[in-house]
């Protein structure tokens, strides 16, 4: 045993222990060496506990060559190569240390290596942790913080299990993993980091689960290149400040699986999908993001399935610049802008999802873009439109499936004497006519989209959200060209007088900002369309679906329902 022994400034290591030995080394104080502190070699064990080594000109302590000791409470500091060097198959024990202000990392474990790290201290040097060439590893519970680069990295087909550790305030990365890795990395807090807290790059596959990631200045989980990307599931990602970056990024071929996060109240946007990613996103709760909530772009391709994406401060779905992807399944709701843009070049498809109300329109679709939105989808009214798109859309018959349509599809309010007013010619009105009301109440032109259905089911009170009655579909000016917009659908009207409805999703009307009230349902004939080009009508039906009456409260039973066998036809008309 050496106990409380003074070593110091020694040409080669100061203490070697080698060839099976098992010491014990005490409160030593061990420093200013031309070398090594200390070094395990040859299958050698020992302790070494309660010592204080430091500004030796190579490793503090190195443990090679199959040596397993227990490394416990010492204080290891101010190495000029690093602090602690494990390598060469070697498994020790390293708990309850404190290592600081080394140039190269405080802790390295390298070639199949597989220690135990626990309980440690680790701060103030330019890496924290650093696994590669096929090492492996156990660090549980380690406070890790203010380094310049990474806190914890690993490459080079090293597999570490890294576990409830704290890793928080480093000017570079969290946790930077790359180059065909698989580090598991569940239940940690990260927190703070100039950089991306988590970077994914070069093929490499983690599992990163159940930790807590937040505040930190630019993306929370950032993946990039090719390669499997691996898995995001159940972690709490939020409040990471830059605008222009996102809580978690898939970019150039990154394929992740990211599931059952919560990603929130971020300063930026929410995901991003971008540069050829691809990706599964399913059953992720995504809200109250500054900037999009869900964005794809750039060739990117995911699958979107079953998400929660509601309450962002911009869009909820943004997919543009030739994105594609296919969105499934998704609760996409009261967000500030649009709830979905399909936007330059867009070419995803769009189909069983809940679409509730918001500030914005329904689903909005670029006049360039080639998404498919299939009839399967649902949209309750918002405070602007249902679905709007440019007019060069209306003719895109390859982007829209057959809808199944409400009678209230069109309403008009006016502007008059301090209220909001409105007339109906089906409905009646005891009161003087506005200008425009005359216009919308002319006899109606061969065009037409009218219920089959009796005016007596309707009793006289269906009503617009204002509470103005609603006008019909038979009233609509179609004397010029151009667009007409209502709460919930537009119309295309082209110089030859053809009404093209630009609105081919299921749609509910709701209450109000919740929507969603119950509402009446009827059993009817189908509607049909008229449109009149030059002297030739041409009549098309549209046939309906059986839906229940209640507003869906998860996407995937509301896709249940959608696809239930049809046994009759029937609209709920939501009052």
Not at 2 to 7: A, F, M, S, V
Not at 257 to 277: C, E, F, P
Not at 321 to 337: C, M, P, Q, S, V
Not at 477 to 490: A, E, K, L
Request: with cysteine; glycine share 10%; proline share 4%.
């Amino acid at each position: 045993m050496l106990r409380k022994n003074i070593i110091h400034s020694h040409p080669d290591t100061q203490v070697i222990i080698a060839q099976d030995a098992t010491p014990e080394l005490h409160g030593n104080h061990i420093y200013g060496g031309e070398s090594n502190g200390i070094v395990f070699t040859d299958n050698s064990k020992g302790l070494l506990k309660g010592n204080v080594i430091h500004h030796n000109r190579a490793i503090q302590i190195e443990i090679t060559a199959k040596s397993s000791p227990q490394i416990i409470e010492n204080q290891v500091y101010s190495g000029l190569l690093g602090g602690l060097l494990i390598i060469d198959g070697s498994k020790p024990t390293v708990e309850r240390n404190e290592l600081f202000k080394h140039e190269f990392p405080q802790i390295e474990v390298v070639e199949g290596a597989d220690p135990v790290v626990k309980d440690n201290k680790i701060y103030d040097g330019n890496v924290g942790i650093y696994v590669y060439q096929k090492a492996a590893g156990t660090f549980i519970g380690n406070d890790i913080h203010s380094h310049r680069m990474s806190q914890i990295e690993v490459a080079d087909w090293a597999r570490p299990i890294i576990k409830r550790n704290h890793i928080y305030k480093g000017e570079g990365y969290g946790l930077y993993v790359h180059h065909k890795c698989g580090a598991v990395f569940e239940d940690n807090t990260v927190e703070g980091h100039r950089r991306a807290q988590i970077r994914v790059e070069s093929a490499a596959s983690p599992t990163i689960k159940n930790n807590a990631i937040h505040s930190g200045w630019e993306d929370g989980i950032y993946i990039l290149g090719s390669g499997p990307g691996g898995l995001i599931e159940g972690n709490d990602i939020h409040s990471h400040k830059a605008w222009e970056y996102a809580q978690i990024v898939l970019e150039q071929g990154a394929n992740a699986v990211v599931r059952r996060n919560k990603v929130h109240h971020g300063g930026g946007k929410g995901i991003l999908v971008t540069g050829t990613a691809r990706g599964t996103f399913e059953k992720n709760d995504i809200h109250h993001n500054r900037n999009v909530n869900f964005e794809i772009s750039h060739a990117a391709n995911p699958h979107v399935a079953d998400n929660q994406i509601h309450h962002g401060s911009d869009k909820g779905v943004w997919v543009h610049e030739d994105g594609r992807g296919h969105l499934t399944g998704n609760a996409i709701h009261h967000n500030k802008l649009d709830q979905v843009t399909m936007g330059t070049n867009a070419r995803a498809t769009l189909e069983y999802n809940v679409i509730s109300p918001g500030a914005g329109t329904g689903i909005y679709q670029h006049r360039t873009s080639k998404a498919e939105i299939r009839d399967t989808n649902v949209v309750h009214t918002t405070d602007k439109n249902g679905v709007a798109l440019q007019k060069q859309q209306a003719a895109a018959a390859r982007s829209l499936g057959t809808p199944v349509l409400m009678e209230h599809t069109l309403s008009e309010t006016h502007s008059g004497r301090g209220q909001s007013q409105a007339y109906s010619p089906r409905l009646g009105s005891s009161r003087s006519r506005t200008p425009r009301e005359q216009r919308l109440s002319r006899p109606a032109s061969p065009v037409s989209f009218v219920s089959k259905r009796s005016l007596s089911q309707s009793d006289g009170k269906r009503r617009s959200r204002s509470g103005s009655p609603i006008v019909s579909l038979g009233d609509l000016d179609v004397s010029t060209p151009g667009q007409r917009r209502s709460n919930n659908v537009v119309w295309d009207i082209d110089q030859g007088g053809e009404v093209t409805q630009m609105q081919r999703n299921i749609l509910k009307r709701g209450t109000g900002r919740g929507g969603g009230a119950a509402g009446k349902r009827y059993t009817g004939p189908t509607f049909a369309k008229t449109a009149q080009l030059g002297s030739k009508a041409k009549t098309r039906a549209t046939s309906e679906r059986t839906i229940d009456d209640r507003r869906p409260s998860l996407p995937t039973s509301q896709r249940s329902r959608i696809q239930q066998k049809k046994k009759h036809q029937s609209v709920v008309v939501f009052a």
